[in-house]
Nanobody
Framework: QVQLVESGGGLVQAGGSLRLSCAVS????????MGWFRQAPGNEREFVAA????????YYADSVKGRFTISRDNIKNTVSLQMNGLKPEDSAVYYC??????????????????WGQGTQVTVSS
């Protein structure tokens, strides 16, 4: 059973930064495409960023491009999301997700097999 545990959420002022981390259990971490999604109250869950097995390929939602950076450490079995220039509209619960057997990167939540419990990010204006 694969388990994902997010950490690093919190309250920050607009313009500030936060770094989210996701620890993944299991010995097949390098087989997973990893993604970050977020969901604000009353909204559907939306794609934020994804990274391939090696970390050499990344994909971002237009709304976060240039402000957020996804990375992974295949030794520590972790994936991170560095968030800079935060805006109030970035406030949401952020979820880490893992996709098995995915040939490329995907922004569709239905392609991801495992999910973390989420971590709250609140950006005050």
């Amino acid at each position: 059973q694969v388990q994902l545990v997010e950490s690093g959420g919190g309250l920050v002022q607009a313009g500030g930064s936060l770094r989210l981390s996701c620890a993944v259990s299991g010995r097949t971490f390098t087989r997973y495409v990893m993604g970050w999604f977020r969901q604000a109250p009353g909204n559907e869950r939306e794609f934020v960023a994804a990274i391939n097995w090696s970390g050499g390929s990344t994909y971002y939602a237009d709304s976060v491009k240039g402000r957020f950076t996804i990375s992974r450490d295949n030794i520590k079995n972790t994936v991170s999301l560095q968030m800079n220039g935060l805006k109030p509209e970035d406030s949401a619960v952020y979820y880490c997700a893992a996709a098995v057997g995915l040939a490329g990167l995907s922004k569709s939540e239905y392609r991801y097999n495992y999910w973390g419990q989420g971590t709250q990010v609140t950006v005050s204006s």
